[in-house]
């Protein structure tokens, strides 16, 4: 079975500040591997995704995560941090061509601090 | 493009009675899936269809059902409702066959049960 483990319920950072939110997953079968957003009282919004090719992704709004495949991970990062970003991160997992389903981890809270 | 639609936005229920939450994705998209999220157990995968087939299926019990319309649109129904059931009940869409093509939420329906 699959799984997923954000190592961080809560990240407290300063504004300008570089931040990483950390994800590890567990799978004996290939998966693609996805960050959410969601802003309060929202719903989820995708950040970017790992499907094939190019371990490191890139969002439009500065973010970026690598996928590293010996440490089963995909860590989410951004240079500098802005107030707006303050919402909560999900990191999930799918099985390589399977349908619909998608396993989250706990989440990870970012607050950026002024 | 309208994004994924959910109604209604809010829900009060009494225990042991029955309720129906709707989702219209966005145009074009066949697959509709379906979360719940809570504090205490995160988000969790409800069930899948895609052309009007579930195809995916979460550990969910009976009282939880699901069914998807030639126009793909979506409805969940949970009968005998539990105070547990309260939470935030998430759909979202599709335009592929498989997650590869990422997932859209929609902003979800709030179900509070008293």
């Known amino acids: 079975a699959q799984s997923v483990t954000q190592l961080d319920s809560q990240v407290p950072v300063f504004e300008e500040a570089p931040v990483e939110l950390r994800c590890n997953y567990s799978?004996?079968?290939?998966?693609?591997l996805f960050w959410y957003v969601q802003y309060p009282n929202q719903g989820l919004q995708l950040l970017l995704k790992?499907?094939?090719?190019?371990?490191l992704v890139k969002s439009i709004n500065g973010f970026e995560a690598e996928f590293n495949k010996s440490q089963t991970s995909f860590h989410l990062r951004k240079p500098s941090v802005h107030i707006s970003d303050t919402a909560e991160y999900f990191c999930a997992v799918s099985i390589s061509g399977n349908t619909g389903k998608l396993i989250f981890g706990q989440g990870t809270t970012l607050q950026v601090k002024p | 493009k309208a994004g994924v639609t959910q109604t209604p936005r809010y829900l009060i229920k009494t225990r042991g009675q029955q309720v129906t939450l709707s989702c219209s994705p966005i145009s074009g998209h066949r697959s509709v899936s379906w979360y719940q999220q809570t504090p205490g157990q995160g988000l969790q995968f409800l069930f899948e269809y895609f052309s009007e087939t579930q195809r995916n299926k979460g550990n969910f019990p009976g009282r939880f059902s699901g069914r998807q319309f030639s126009n793909s649109r979506s409805e969940m129904n949970v009968s005998t409702l539990e105070l547990g059931d309260s939470a935030l009940y998430l759909c979202?869409?599709?335009?592929?066959?498989?997650?590869?093509?990422?997932?859209?939420f929609g902003s979800g329906t709030r179900l509070t049960v008293v």
């Open positions: 979202a869409s599709s335009s592929g066959q498989n997650t590869n093509y990422g997932y859209t």
């Open positions: 790992y499907l094939s090719g190019s371990t």
């Open positions: 799978s004996s079968v290939s998966v693609y």
